[in-house]
């Protein structure tokens, strides 16, 4: 997997086996970076770094993930991306120098597209956040339903995407940044391997 980081692109020598350093990194990302660079892969899951706008934050750390269910009988694909962002000074809204965004988007059947629908898919993520302690959980539920036209299929389908940001729990040396992109993808996964909710109503 490619590294996962976007610096300024002077490297310095960091000490650490001569793992390149950019210059200018403050020791609390690098040590983020490091608790990336250390997370297990999750079997199944693709990882792939992607750029994180400097408008967003100082530093940050970007992962685009993918998980799908290619080999059941129906295929369920699950897909997103988690920027962990660090302000040197502190940004409105955020109540640390820290903060997570996190996009979703997820497999739904077309018998839970209902009202109860947006309230159970937010549920399951504040769920698989209590892994990590956050804070300060916002974000938005969109059900969709596309209708496809022309040489496509026909089939419709439809579908949930979540946008969702929250600051993460720190340390002294620094936010575990391996551990909010894992705790994504944890919830990626369990969006397919869960397979069909019950629904009320």
Known sequence: MADIY????????????GVPRPEGVPDVVWHAVQTVR??????GMRYREIPVPSTLADFGIGVELEYDSSEASSPRT???WIMVLYAAQGRRGWTSQWRCVAFARLPLDENERDCLTPSMYWE???DALDAVDPEGVRGTVTVTRNTSFG???SEPHAGCEMRVSWTPSVSPEG???G?????WAQFLRASVDDGERTVIG
């Open 6 to 17: 976007a610096f300024p692109a002077s490297p310095s020598e960091d000490g650490r086996g």
């Open 175 to 177: 936010a575990d940044a």
């Open 124 to 126: 399951d993520m504040l």
């Open 151 to 153: 040489d496509m299929e």
């Open 179 to 183: 551990a909010q992109v894992s705790v």
């Open 78 to 80: 699950a897909t997103g």
């Open 38 to 43: 250390a997370m297990p892969h999750m079997a």
